[in-house]
T-cell receptor, first 115, second 108 residues
C-alpha cells in the first residue's frame, strides 16, 4: 500500500532536548516537504528537498534541521533552539515533473508537545 | 508578495444550502492553484486543482484572474462536507503557499 508514513503520531519533549520526527514514503517521489500546522495560521513550510542529498530552508527553518540521505526518507529534527516547538507537523511528497508542479501527498502528521 | 488569503475562519451552513469558500491570492505570474481538504481524523488530501477544471464531490472552483480569486463552490452542501479546507498556490520556486484555512460546518 503506497503512501507516506509519519512516526510517531504523538511525541513529547522535555525542555532542552532535540527530537527527530520520521517521514518515509514509498511513492518514489523526488520531492519531500515538512510543514508546521498551527491553529489559524495554515501550513507553514519548514524545509524541503527536491533531490537526494540536497534540501532548502522554507519560511520558518530556524530551530529545525533535516537530512535527505535516501529518496524515501526525510527526517526532521526539532532542536532545543526552536523556542515554540509545540505544534502539529506534516510531511508531504510530490513528483518532480517537467509538466509543471504536481500536487503534494501528505502523511497523517506528528503532534509534538513540550513537557 | 506571494500570498493566499482565506478570509473566513469558520463557515457554517445548513444541509442543502449552497456553499462558497473564498480564496484570494497575490501572485505576479500565472498561478497554479489548489484546494486541499482535511476531514476529521484523516490526512490532508487534494480536492481539486484549477488546471483540471473538474468537479470533485460536487465542488468546483474557477480561477478569476481579474479578481485574483479561486473560490470553492458547491450548490448543495452535505453533512459529510464538514471539514477544514485550504487554498494553496505554487510559487515560481516550486513552493506551495497555503492560506489560513476555513472550517466548514454543515448542520443537519
Amino acid at each position: 500500500d503506497g503512501g507516506i508514513t509519519q512516526s510517531p503520531k504523538y511525541l513529547f519533549r522535555k525542555e532542552g532536548q532535540n527530537v527527530t520526527l520520521s517521514c518515509e514514503q514509498n511513492l518514489n517521489h523526488d520531492a519531500m516537504y515538512w510543514y508546521r500546522q498551527d491553529p489559524g495560521q495554515g501550513l507553514r513550510l519548514i524545509y524541503y528537498s527536491q533531490i537526494v542529498n540536497d534540501f532548502q530552508k522554507g519560511d520558518i527553518a530556524e530551530g529545525y534541521s533535516v537530512s535527505r540521505e535516501k529518496k524515501e526518507s526525510f527526517p526532521l529534527t526539532v532542536t532545543s533552539a526552536q523556542k515554540n516547538p509545540t505544534a502539529f507537523y506534516l510531511c508531504a511528497s510530490s513528483i518532480e515533473s517537467a509538466w509543471g508542479n504536481q500536487p503534494q501527498h501528505f502523511g497523517d502528521g506528528t503532534r509534538l508537545s513540550i513537557l | 508578495a506571494q500570498r493566499v488569503t482565506q478570509p473566513e475562519k469558520l463557515l457554517s451552513v445548513f444541509k442543502g444550502a449552497p456553499v462558497e469558500l473564498k480564496c484570494n491570492y497575490s501572485y505576479s505570474g500565472s498561478p497554479e492553484l489548489f484546494w486541499y481538504v482535511q476531514y476529521s481524523r484523516q490526512r490532508l488530501q487534494l480536492l481539486l486543482r484549477h488546471i483540471s477544471r473538474e468537479s470533485i464531490k460536487g465542488f468546483t472552483a474557477d480561477l478569476n484572474k481579474g479578481e485574483t480569486s479561486f473560490h470553492l463552490k458547491k450548490p448543495f452542501a452535505q453533512e459529510e462536507d464538514s471539514a477544514m479546507y485550504y487554498c494553496a498556490l505554487y510559487n515560481q520556486g516550486g513552493k506551495l503557499i497555503f492560506g489560513q484555512g476555513t472550517e466548514l460546518s454543515v448542520k443537519p
